[in-house]
């Protein structure tokens, strides 16, 4: 594997580093200010040297050993059938309970990130099938009615320029 560019040491001066604290040559703080790194990666070098030998010392994967987030292979098909059917982004989103940036990220390696020519969805679509139910917002309950009471309570002081009628604004 390849030393990565922000490296301060490779592959031989680990060795290099491993071996004279070893050796009993020098210290192992006295190693790490010879080599330029931390007497932490200098430690992190001599447990990895001890515990698998020089092949400890070659550079290791970023990779991560799992990724608990990744999607699930019947959703990214559901995603793909769904847009091959002519869904918008939008609309599989809704109905995969995903982010339109996921669908896209989904529908691009596949190639269907753009509807090509012709393939317009001209039908209107019955989002029933696919839609999530509403829920519930607090914006959405019917108000009660204003008493007329109330109504008759307001005068031209309340009024607006422009208003010509009382009622015409509502009271915050």
């Not at 580093?17 to 430690?43: F, I, K, N, W, Y």
């Not at 550079?59 to 769904?82: A, C, G, N, Y």
Request: charged letters at 25%.
């Amino acid at each position: 594997m390849n030393t990565h560019k922000n490296a301060r040491l490779t592959f031989a001066r680990r060795l290099e580093l491993a071996d004279c604290v070893l050796r009993g040559e020098v210290t192992l703080q006295a190693a790490a200010t010879r080599h330029g790194v931390s007497l932490r990666t200098a430690r992190k070098w001599m447990a990895r040297y001890q515990k698998d030998g020089r092949e400890g010392l070659h550079d290791r994967s970023s990779k991560p050993h799992r990724s608990p987030k990744t999607m699930d292979s019947v959703k990214v098909q559901t995603i793909i059938k769904l847009r091959r059917n002519g869904l918008t982004m939008s609309v599989i989103a809704i109905a995969t309970d995903c982010s339109v940036a996921t669908v896209s990220r989904v529908c691009g390696p596949a190639g269907l990130s753009r509807l090509a020519q012709g393939e317009v969805i001209t039908a209107p679509l019955d989002h029933s099938a696919v839609a999530r139910p509403p829920t519930p917002d607090n914006n959405s309950a019917p108000r009660p009615a204003e008493p007329a009471e109330d109504r008759a309570d307001r005068d031209a002081s309340q009024m607006f320029p422009g208003d010509t009628d009382p009622d015409s604004r509502s009271q915050a």
